[in-house]
């Protein structure tokens, strides 16, 4: 097996010629070692200047060891290094391996800056192992398709220049030039899938077939180019399905494709909006329970980061909602009012309040559906069902509303309307600003 040749690094990346920042994705593992190296070693025909990242996950005893390995490696190559320390949150039914991987990329995103490259170490043995757990697991095309070589990440592109280079010959770059690296104990452990296959399925597999880490990626290749046809097609269709409000899906226009096509469509849509894609069982539901649902009902089909819903023919992908404020009652002296959890402030546009509200204060409270409104030009009451329908406003958005009360009456509905008295005496409700809340820019609030 001969040596991985770093001039092969130089070729990967010629055609990101107008790249900012080229950041390493640095382990301190095997791979990621040869891949710093190599970078180091070529700094100067790189298109840009040379960082490395490492992203210490916090799950092993020895981890603040990895990272000064990885701090020591750095100032030996005299490559600037950027340490981050996760604090991981699995919940309930949760893959670690998921969790972690996500943290971990998170901040990546939030290191890169436009035009910046994150270079990963993934190499041909990754790539058979990824290709051969997508089939385990029943993927469809985009899943074969395994890793690619460049995405989009954040506000940069992420990279991964070694997908051709099989394991064997970065081991043998490494000991060659006397390169150190850190072994986690983590990658033996057989209970994971991929060191299952890694160490034990694999291994009788390429003693019949010596090259099957190479036509396993070759199969990547093709089936990644298969899918990005379906993307080039389930695009242009995407451009004329866009509902009535931002990012979201016309459900009439959804049913009219065939269901092989929608489903292209709407996996297209939800990557784009950045969600993990649904499962094959979580999609089925999103077509026979959302899609065919009646126009008046409120289906939700939910999975990890992403609630599917529907509203007036509209389909929305969103991050799921926060907890209901119910039964909270907030006091408002102040002109600004701090909203619970993310549901952003309130803000008083002027600064004249009648005498008694400025003495004693306004209330806010959520999910109270009983008081009603005459919102200003109307000659009666409407209740608030009747105001939120009028503005379109989805019912799993309503509990959501800040109800402004001076003592009993209710004089604004946050985002919607003021609320005008009935008696000429009385003062008219103050101009109420919501902003910061996540549905800011939706529509469905001024």
Same mark, same amino acid.
């Given at each position: 097996?001969?040596?991985?040749?770093?001039?092969?690094?130089?070729?990967?990346?010629?055609?990101?010629?107008?790249?900012?920042?080229?950041?390493?994705?640095? $382990? =301190?593992?095997?791979?990621?070692?040869?891949?710093?190296? +190599? !970078?180091?070693?070529?700094?100067? #025909? &790189?298109?840009? %200047? @040379?960082?490395?990242?490492?992203?210490?996950?916090?799950?092993?005893?020895?981890?603040?060891?990895?990272?000064?390995?990885?701090?020591?490696?750095?100032?030996?190559?005299?490559?600037?290094?950027?340490?981050?320390?996760?604090?991981?949150?699995?919940?309930?039914?949760?893959?670690?391996?998921?969790?972690?991987?996500?943290?971990?990329?998170?901040?990546?995103?939030?290191?890169?800056?436009?035009?910046?490259?994150?270079?990963?170490?993934?190499?041909?043995?990754?790539?058979?192992?990824?290709?051969?757990?997508?089939?385990?697991?029943? $993927? =469809?095309?985009?899943?074969?398709?395994?890793?690619?070589? +460049? !995405?989009?990440?954040?506000?940069? #592109? &992420?990279?991964? %220049? @070694?997908?051709?280079?099989?394991?064997?010959?970065?081991?043998?770059?490494?000991?060659?030039?006397?390169?150190?690296?850190?072994?986690?104990?983590?990658?033996?452990?057989?209970?994971?899938?991929?060191?299952?296959?890694?160490?034990?399925?694999?291994?009788?597999?390429?003693?019949?077939?010596?090259?099957?880490?190479?036509?396993?990626?070759?199969?990547?290749?093709?089936?990644?180019?298969?899918?990005?046809?379906?993307?080039?097609?389930?695009?242009?269709?995407?451009?004329?399905?866009?509902?009535?409000?931002?990012?979201?899906?016309?459900?009439?226009?959804?049913?009219?494709?065939?269901?092989?096509?929608?489903?292209?469509?709407?996996?297209?849509? &939800?990557?784009?909006?950045?969600?993990?894609?649904?499962?094959?069982?979580?999609?089925?539901?999103?077509?026979?329970?959302?899609?065919?649902?009646?126009?008046?009902?409120?289906?939700?089909?939910?999975?990890?980061?992403?609630?599917?819903?529907?509203?007036?023919?509209?389909?929305?992908?969103?991050?799921?909602?926060?907890?209901?404020?119910?039964?909270?009652?907030?006091?408002?002296?102040?002109?600004?009012?701090?909203?619970?959890?993310?549901?952003?402030?309130?803000?008083?546009?002027?600064?004249?309040?009648?005498?008694?509200?400025?003495?004693?204060?306004?209330?806010?409270?959520?999910?109270?559906?009983?008081?009603?409104?005459?919102?200003?030009?109307?000659?009666?009451?409407?209740?608030?069902?009747?105001?939120?329908?009028?503005?379109?406003?989805?019912?799993?958005?309503?509990?959501?509303?800040?109800?402004?009360?001076?003592?009993?009456?209710?004089?604004?509905?946050?985002?919607?309307?003021?609320?005008?008295?009935?008696?000429?005496?009385?003062?008219?409700?103050?101009?109420?600003?919501?902003?910061?809340?996540?549905?800011?820019?939706?529509?469905?609030?001024?």
């Amino acid at each position: 097996m001969s040596a991985y040749d770093p001039e092969g690094l130089v070729s990967a990346l010629a055609p990101f010629h107008d790249a900012g920042r080229i950041w390493i994705a640095f $382990s =301190g593992g095997l791979d990621s070692t040869c891949l710093l190296h +190599a !970078a180091a070693a070529m700094r100067e #025909r &790189l298109p840009g %200047p @040379l960082r490395a990242i490492h992203v210490d996950h916090g799950l092993h005893p020895s981890s603040g060891d990895w990272a000064k390995h990885c701090r020591t490696a750095c100032e030996t190559l005299a490559v600037a290094l950027v340490s981050r320390r996760l604090r991981l949150k699995v919940g309930p039914g949760e893959s670690l391996e998921a969790v972690a991987r996500d943290a971990r990329y998170g901040a990546f995103r939030a290191l890169l800056e436009p035009g910046d490259l994150l270079l990963t170490a993934h190499n041909q043995d990754d790539q058979a192992e990824t290709l051969l757990l997508a089939l385990i697991r029943g $993927s =469809g095309v985009h899943g074969l398709a395994a890793m690619p070589f +460049a !995405a989009e990440l954040g506000l940069g #592109r &992420l990279v991964r %220049p @070694l997908l051709e280079v099989p394991r064997a010959a970065l081991e043998h770059y490494a000991r060659a030039r006397g390169l150190t690296w850190v072994d986690d104990p983590g990658n033996d452990t057989l209970a994971l899938d991929r060191n299952y296959l890694r160490h034990r399925v694999l291994p009788l597999i390429r003693g019949r077939w010596p090259a099957v880490s190479a036509t396993l990626s070759r199969s990547a290749s093709h089936c990644a180019e298969a899918a990005a046809v379906m993307d080039q097609a389930a695009g242009k269709i995407l451009q004329g399905l866009g509902g009535g409000r931002p990012d979201t899906l016309s459900i009439p226009g959804l049913l009219l494709l065939d269901t092989p096509l929608r489903k292209s469509v709407l996996r297209l849509w &939800l990557r784009r909006l950045g969600f993990s894609l649904p499962d094959t069982a979580h999609l089925k539901r999103i077509l026979n329970e959302v899609l065919s649902a009646r126009p008046d009902a409120a289906p939700l089909v939910a999975w990890r980061g992403c609630e599917i819903r529907r509203y007036r023919g509209y389909l929305f992908a969103l991050k799921p909602l926060p907890p209901v404020p119910t039964g909270q009652e907030l006091s408002w002296s102040a002109k600004v009012l701090e909203l619970p959890g993310p549901l952003g402030t309130l803000n008083l546009a002027h600064e004249q309040r009648p005498e008694t509200t400025a003495q004693r204060g306004l209330s806010v409270r959520f999910g109270v559906t009983m008081p009603s409104c005459r919102p200003p030009g109307s000659d009666h009451n409407r209740s608030l069902k009747k105001l939120f329908q009028e503005r379109g406003v989805p019912a799993w958005l309503r509990p959501y509303v800040p109800l402004v009360f001076d003592g009993g009456r209710l004089i604004a509905v946050a985002g919607v309307c003021r609320c005008v008295p009935q008696c000429a005496g009385e003062p008219a409700g103050p101009d109420v600003r919501w902003t910061g809340h996540p549905w800011e820019g939706w529509g469905f609030f001024c």
